[in-house]
């Protein structure tokens, strides 16, 4: 069983999809009426049963989305907890501190100031429970905005936000800019 | 390279000009570089703003075509005694070696070029654990401290460079001609007679050499040193003249600075 | 055709990870020697290509990810908004080309090669992340070496540096030599 064209499509757009994708938005991207979308959603969901796949694919929240299958629970716990996971990466622990000192901050504004995009990781720290939605912007979009959680501060020993060090005592004094000068100068191949 | 050229052999974008000189099918000999320039000067009169990676490359190219048309233009070997004709195949085949190597560049380029478009194609997932999955994870926080997220703050915020052109290569010493003059006549008086070459053994930086070498001058120029080259591009011997004046007498201000 | 239960595993681990995972990892989780991994990371990878899936599971930079088929690129591009980053200069490629073949490689090397300051390009690549300083020269100054990264490999979809062709194979041939060594001759003798 080969999947149609319009499932393969959809199977696409939701592997790249953080959030769950309406009906509407993929009959947009595929150009058909939104009433066409339904019978390939479900074609694409019951290839994942037939198949055996590790993954389902199901409707949530209003969207349809990509996730791993009830009876992989385990390993993907495991994964979750061992690995790559055991320790927060640099990458992860460098969006963590902009929100903690940026707060209340969307992913937006994390990722401008990463160069990156944040998806997976905002979405790692908020599943681990040290960041978490806390209101959403005025502008265009209202866009949701993070701020780091009481576990958080309880991680990291303190009582309140305030006690984090002030970010300008960190800042190098000017004897170390002096000497990063001087290492940015050209050795003699310069 | 959107330049192009227009010369009696050959009409085209300079870059395949010089493939197919190295392809052998046309001949460097029939093509004017004065024309090779002329077009791409005109080609520049029409640029809305200066395109760096553009004007480089060409003065690249232009540069591999003047060697190869100066080793066209070179007598043959019936002119040239054997060791120097030894030297001639020597740089030859160094040019030759290089000409490849770039040429091997290029082409690992193009493939790179393709890799990259072919794999911005496929987007990895990234979407991370489900929000619904329940993980009994361990601390990922587990021996961070409050420092330490401080520092990753200031690593994340980190002014990132912006590609600029570079100006390390240009020295931020600041040498003057005074200092030099001050620095000789202390010296000299004792040494008696040097070289130039002992003079300015001690120095790395091209642009304190060229100051010391003023510095010479000036002082010949005031009559306390006289200078002696035996043969052209021969040692330059210095002698101090017995009984000059060893101080600077002459306000700084008089000499240039020279900031390379 | 079914999954066997290993490949299913494998692909819910996929599901959820963010960066390629190396097979180590893999066989950690399902407890298998790691040799083991390999058929079913085969299985995995082939049952999406005879099922028609939108996506593909692949080896890139020494671990398993999975990515969107590309030919589903104009609908993830336009769900997605990923648009290629902005395009590298030839003079970049060329840059990039001698780092890969030649690493580790100072700025002074490259700059003998290119024939021009090289200063700039090379920051640019650091800084779009394909290659970082991997050490410094022995010899005097001792410069800064430069090599490519782990995102050098994933942007360009490769596993492991030695999957780009070998240098030779890039090199003119015997008959271009011939032709570019008769050119270079002195015209009495020619």
């Given at each position: 069983m080969t999947l149609s064209p319009e499932a393969r499509a959809i199977e696409a757009v939701l592997v790249v999809a953080v959030e769950p994708v309406p009906p509407g938005l993929l009959a947009e991207l595929l150009e058909l009426p939104v009433e066409q979308i339904e019978p390939f959603c479900d074609e694409l969901a019951e290839s994942c049963r037939v198949g055996g796949r590790g993954f389902e694919v199901v409707r949530i929240a209003g969207g349809l989305r990509i996730q791993t299958h009830p009876d992989m629970a385990s390993y993907v716990e495991r994964f979750a907890n061992v690995g790559v996971s055991s320790r927060l990466s640099a990458a992860a622990l460098e969006?963590?501190?902009?929100?903690?000192?940026?707060?209340?901050?969307?992913?937006?504004?994390?990722?401008?100031?990463?160069?990156?995009?944040?998806?997976?990781?905002?979405?790692?720290?908020?599943?681990?429970?040290?960041?978490?939605?806390?209101?959403?912007?005025?502008?265009p979009g209202q866009a949701v905005l993070y701020a780091t959680t009481e576990a958080f501060l309880e991680r990291l020993g303190l009582d309140r936000l305030d006690q984090l060090p002030p970010v300008e005592d960190l800042l190098p004094g000017p004897e170390a800019l002096a000497e990063l000068e001087e290492q940015m100068r050209p050795v003699a191949d310069g | 390279m959107t330049a192009t050229v227009s010369t009696p052999v050959y009409e085209g974008p300079i870059e395949v000009l010089l493939q197919l000189v190295n392809s052998h099918q046309v001949d460097i000999y029939d093509v004017p570089l004065l024309a090779v320039v002329d077009a791409f000067v005109a080609e520049i009169a029409n640029w809305d703003s200066v395109d760096l990676p553009t004007l480089s490359e060409f003065l690249v190219i232009a540069a591999v075509l003047v060697e190869l048309k100066s080793r066209r233009l070179l007598p043959g070997s019936g002119d040239v005694d054997p060791d120097e004709e030894l030297v001639g195949?020597?740089?030859?085949?160094?040019?030759?070696?290089?000409?490849?190597?770039?040429?091997?560049?290029?082409?690992?380029?193009?493939?790179?070029?393709?890799?990259l478009e072919q794999a911005a194609r496929a987007v990895p997932r990234t979407a991370g654990l489900d929000d619904?999955?329940?993980?009994?994870?361990?601390?990922?926080?587990?021996?961070?401290?409050?420092?330490?997220?401080?520092?990753?703050?200031?690593?994340?915020?980190?002014?990132?460079?912006?590609?600029?052109?570079?100006?390390?290569?240009?020295?931020?010493?600041?040498?003057?001609?005074?200092?030099?003059?001050?620095?000789l006549a202390l010296r000299l008086p004792s040494a008696g007679r040097a070289t130039f070459r002992q003079l300015t053994r001690h120095l790395t930086s091209r642009i304190e050499i060229i100051v010391r070498f003023l510095a010479l001058?000036?002082?010949?120029?005031?009559?306390?040193?006289?200078?002696d080259q035996g043969h052209t591009f021969g040692d330059l011997e210095v002698t101090w003249v017995p009984g000059a004046p060893t101080t600077v007498s002459v306000g700084a201000s008089q000499f240039d600075e020279y900031e390379g």
């Amino acid at each position: 069983m080969t999947l149609s064209p319009e499932a393969r499509a959809i199977e696409a757009v939701l592997v790249v999809a953080v959030e769950p994708v309406p009906p509407g938005l993929l009959a947009e991207l595929l150009e058909l009426p939104v009433e066409q979308i339904e019978p390939f959603c479900d074609e694409l969901a019951e290839s994942c049963r037939v198949g055996g796949r590790g993954f389902e694919v199901v409707r949530i929240a209003g969207g349809l989305r990509i996730q791993t299958h009830p009876d992989m629970a385990s390993y993907v716990e495991r994964f979750a907890n061992v690995g790559v996971s055991s320790r927060l990466s640099a990458a992860a622990l460098e969006t963590l501190a902009i929100v903690a000192y940026k707060q209340p901050v969307s992913r937006a504004q994390i990722a401008a100031l990463r160069g990156v995009n944040v998806d997976g990781v905002v979405r790692l720290l908020e599943h681990r429970g040290y960041i978490a939605a806390a209101g959403r912007a005025t502008g265009p979009g209202q866009a949701v905005l993070y701020a780091t959680t009481e576990a958080f501060l309880e991680r990291l020993g303190l009582d309140r936000l305030d006690q984090l060090p002030p970010v300008e005592d960190l800042l190098p004094g000017p004897e170390a800019l002096a000497e990063l000068e001087e290492q940015m100068r050209p050795v003699a191949d310069g | 390279m959107t330049a192009t050229v227009s010369t009696p052999v050959y009409e085209g974008p300079i870059e395949v000009l010089l493939q197919l000189v190295n392809s052998h099918q046309v001949d460097i000999y029939d093509v004017p570089l004065l024309a090779v320039v002329d077009a791409f000067v005109a080609e520049i009169a029409n640029w809305d703003s200066v395109d760096l990676p553009t004007l480089s490359e060409f003065l690249v190219i232009a540069a591999v075509l003047v060697e190869l048309k100066s080793r066209r233009l070179l007598p043959g070997s019936g002119d040239v005694d054997p060791d120097e004709e030894l030297v001639g195949w020597e740089e030859r085949d160094l040019l030759l070696a290089r000409l490849l190597e770039c040429q091997a560049y290029a082409a690992a380029a193009d493939g790179f070029s393709l890799l990259l478009e072919q794999a911005a194609r496929a987007v990895p997932r990234t979407a991370g654990l489900d929000d619904d999955f329940v993980v009994n994870a361990p601390d990922l926080l587990e021996g961070v401290t409050p420092d330490q997220v401080a520092e990753a703050f200031l690593r994340a915020t980190a002014e990132r460079p912006v590609p600029t052109v570079d100006l390390y290569h240009v020295t931020v010493d600041t040498v003057t001609v005074a200092d030099a003059v001050s620095e000789l006549a202390l010296r000299l008086p004792s040494a008696g007679r040097a070289t130039f070459r002992q003079l300015t053994r001690h120095l790395t930086s091209r642009i304190e050499i060229i100051v010391r070498f003023l510095a010479l001058l000036e002082l010949c120029k005031q009559g306390r040193v006289s200078l002696d080259q035996g043969h052209t591009f021969g040692d330059l011997e210095v002698t101090w003249v017995p009984g000059a004046p060893t101080t600077v007498s002459v306000g700084a201000s008089q000499f240039d600075e020279y900031e390379g």
